[in-house]
């Protein structure tokens, strides 16, 4: 495979596919947070250090990973993603939580602290 699209300072988030998602995010036994995403999404990447946060905060605890809906389109599509960024957390297996569009810090750490 080619470079990963993350830049070096987010090497903590997972990258999921249409292929990896039921593994990675639905059969997770801990927390996931799914950031739908787009390479050409500016809102997108002024999330990215929210989430990178997230990610060394509660490792262990809480998986992050992104999906790129250009290049992963059934993941976006099962779960309604129209808008980007959108943010689902996952618990069980089951979406729980949704956020759309970029928002504060502060609203990414409340729905994750409902979830750990």
């Not at 987010?10 to 927390?31: A, C, K, N």
């Not at 809480?62 to 059934?74: H, K, M, P, Q």
């Amino acid at each position: 495979m080619g470079e990963t699209p993350f830049p070096p300072r987010y090497s903590g988030l997972v990258e999921s596919t249409d292929e990896t998602f039921e593994q990675d995010v639905l059969r997770s036994r801990i927390p996931v947070l799914v950031d739908f995403w787009a390479p050409w999404c500016g809102p997108c990447e002024a999330i990215e250090p929210a989430l990178d946060a997230l990610a060394e905060r509660h490792a262990g605890r809480l998986v992050v990973t992104r999906v790129n809906v250009d290049e992963n389109v059934e993941a976006a599509a099962r779960y309604g993603v129209l808008s980007l960024p959108t943010v689902i957390l996952f618990a069980c297996g089951q979406a729980e939580e949704t956020l759309i569009g970029a928002r504060q810090r502060s609203d990414y750490d409340d729905a994750v602290e409902r979830w750990l």
